[in-house]
């Protein structure tokens, strides 16, 4: 699998900027990952082409680890990206333009931290992919 993160707006949070740059590289020892910055919610879709689009958001279906993980086994071999909006949310365009809505919680989140949640949550379901203990039920 082939994971793509587009957020919009570069993290400026110290906390939030150094967990994505951790989570980042540990992602990248299990699977190739761009993780593309955009300036507008309108440059989300576009830079999600060809490829199947997670669109973060609250009003999304919740999954557990294991759900999720299932889900993504089944898009082995597929190109991923998954698409965190900025302060103001997404655009209903970017919401129909998804092929799965996926909340991280029912709390709404800071946009900085979901990223960081979602980049958290893309090494565990890695590491219980490659059967390492970081995963534990």
Do not use: C, N
């Not at 190739?32 to 300036?39: A, D, G, N």
């Amino acid at each position: 699998m082939r994971l793509r993160v587009v957020a919009v707006g570069r993290p400026r949070l110290d906390y939030a900027r150094l967990g994505v740059e951790e989570y980042a590289g540990r992602i990248r020892k299990y699977a190739p990952l761009e993780l593309l910055y955009v300036r507008e919610a309108q440059e989300l879709l576009p830079k999600a082409e060809g490829h199947r689009k997670v669109v973060l958001d609250e009003r999304g279906r919740l999954y557990t680890t294991e759900e999720l993980y299932r889900l993504l086994r089944g898009w082995e071999g597929e190109r991923v990206a998954f698409l965190v909006g900025g302060a103001e949310g997404h655009l209903e365009a970017v919401r129909k333009g998804a092929d799965l809505l996926l909340s991280l919680s029912p709390l709404t989140l800071q946009h900085e931290l979901a990223l960081l949640v979602l980049l958290e949550q893309l090494y565990r379901l890695l590491t219980l992919r490659a059967g390492h203990p970081y995963h534990r039920p």
